[in-house]
T-cell receptor, first 114, second 109 residues
Framework: DTAVSQTPKYLVTQMGNDKSIKCEQNLGHDTMYWYKQDSKKFLKIMFSYNNKELIINETVPNRFSPKSPDKAHLNLHINSLELGDSAVYFC?????????????FGPGTRLTVT | AQRVTQPEKLLSVFKGAPVELKCNYSYSGSPELFWYVQYSRQRLQLLLR??SRESIKGFTADLNKGETSFHLKKPFAQEEDSAMYYC???????????FGTGTRLTVIP
């Protein structure tokens, strides 16, 4: 009955590799998000999709590409991984777009780039 | 530009003592403020929002527009309150939340 799930939970990879993180929500929500939490625990929005359409695209390197095959899924693909990409990535969803709506977070994916 | 500031990275209090986690925001419009909490090995979740004006797990937070603050308070801290707390701001027309840098609260038994 997990609301927002992410896979994998941990990801260790080398510089230059390409990796993906998957996110799924079973809440019937229209909007999904990707956040990055750095080593200082700062949580910053990266992307948001509403009904499979990109609505937020913050200043992130274009090595990061989100993909939403349907409104229950929002995957994050990262090309040419760099050391600075090491962080915890959180997926979240909300009923619809708009910051007023409660966001439900996934457990996070800890990415370590060596 | 909108911003959320949580001046304390770490806060330790003894069990039974009052606790206040500070949050200040900058936004010229009408804000909506939230507190999210992340307990150990659990996911980030909503604790409370200023609109509902309710007390959750003994915590309250009042929006003070004059001081642009939304401090989180609890009169008697419990060990299970130990967690990471994030203050978040929603602004008109934006589709995301702006989070502060978080405060790690440790309640000492």
């Amino acid at each position: 009955d997990t609301a927002v799930s992410q896979t994998p939970k941990y990801l260790v990879t080398q510089m230059g590799n390409d990796k993906s993180i998957k996110c799924e929500q079973n809440l019937g929500h229209d909007t999904m998000y990707w956040y990055k939490q750095d080593s200082k625990k700062f949580l910053k929005i990266m992307f948001s999709y509403n009904n499979k359409e990109l609505i937020i695209n913050e200043t992130v390197p274009n090595r990061f590409s989100p993909k939403s095959p349907d409104k229950a899924h929002l995957n994050l693909h990262i090309n040419s991984l760099e050391l600075g990409d090491s962080a915890v990535y959180f997926c979240a969803s909300s009923q619809t777009a708009g910051g007023s709506y409660e966001q439900y977070f996934g457990p996070g994916t800890r990415l370590t780039v060596t | 530009a909108q911003r959320v500031t949580q001046p304390e990275k770490l806060l330790s209090v003894f069990k039974g003592a009052p606790v206040e986690l500070k949050c200040n925001y900058s936004y010229s419009g009408s804000p909506e403020l939230f507190w999210y909490v992340q307990y150990s090995r659990q996911r980030l979740q909503l604790l409370l929002r200023h609109i509902s004006r309710e007390s959750i797990k003994g915590f309250t937070a009042d929006l003070n527009k004059g001081e642009t603050s939304f401090h989180l308070k609890k009169p008697f801290a419990q060990e299970e309150d130990s967690a990471m707390y994030y203050c978040a701001l929603s602004v008109t027309g934006a589709n995301n939340l702006f989070f502060g840098t978080g405060t790690r609260l440790t309640v000492i038994p």
